[in-house]
């Protein structure tokens, strides 16, 4: 399966266009947001877990990152709450389940070999730091050799320098009404921007974002 696997490519996806479909365990559904390959892929994908259910035992060959957007997800490492962050680089295992149902962002086979560094931080007790404007604060999770990964919360009527995305840009709305020149992308939008493409954000309602950018290189610049 190809599914938005041009990176080149700039992709919007806000909630009404969410299509659910079933994966291969008992009540565990996805939204597949972009996707190369079958069942072992490198995928982003939003996968809901109803209460009760699990997934079988696997290992991550290519590295699993997600960030817990509500319930409770579980594995033999323990129970990751709302807002929770965790990174399992390429080798490790787990058998997830949940106990009353859960709803991750999770990107799967896009971990640099060189990035084993395996942990999780609890966002939503986590300190948050100024940012570059006033109004903007930012939370850094993981800064890989590709790759940045932060949280950044902008406060009503935040507007941000217009810049463009070196190496790209990859967001998932997690609270509020993120917005550019573009458009408006309410909370459940995922988009991702292209290697030098350009925005001017803001948000006049406040908003909490998940933001990477520098994973998304052609592969002649990257060399």
């Not at 950044?152 to 941000?160: E, K, S």
Request: glycine share 10%; hydrophobic share 35%; proline share 8%.
């Amino acid at each position: 399966m190809n599914l938005n696997s041009d990176f080149s490519q700039r992709v919007v996806i806000r909630p009404d266009d969410y299509d659910w479909v079933d994966s291969p365990a008992n009540g565990v559904k996805r939204m597949m947001l972009d996707r190369i390959g079958d069942e072992v892929a490198r995928a982003t994908t939003i996968v809901k877990f109803a209460p009760g259910s699990r997934f079988d035992a696997h290992t991550h060959g290519g590295g699993e990152e997600f960030l817990v957007l509500d319930g409770v997800f579980s594995d033999e490492t323990g129970d990751f709450p709302k807002g929770s962050y965790v990174r399992n680089p390429i080798g490790t295992s787990h058998a997830p389940h949940t106990e009353d149902g859960c709803t991750i962002l999770v990107k799967l086979h896009q971990f640099d070999p060189a990035d084993t560094a395996q942990f999780a931080i609890d966002t939503a007790n986590a300190d948050f730091r100024p940012g570059l404007v006033p109004g903007l604060s930012v939370l850094p999770l993981h800064s890989g050799p590709e790759e940045n990964v932060a949280l950044v919360r902008w406060a009503p009527g935040t507007q941000f320098t217009p810049h463009s995305h070196w190496g790209g840009e990859e967001i998932f709305v997690l609270d509020g009404t993120f917005a550019d020149e573009h458009g408006t992308y309410p909370a459940g939008t995922w988009m991702r921007s292209p290697h030098l493409s350009q925005h001017k954000p803001y948000s006049e309602d406040g908003c909490l974002i998940y933001v990477k950018t520098g994973h998304l290189l052609p592969e002649d610049v990257a060399a």
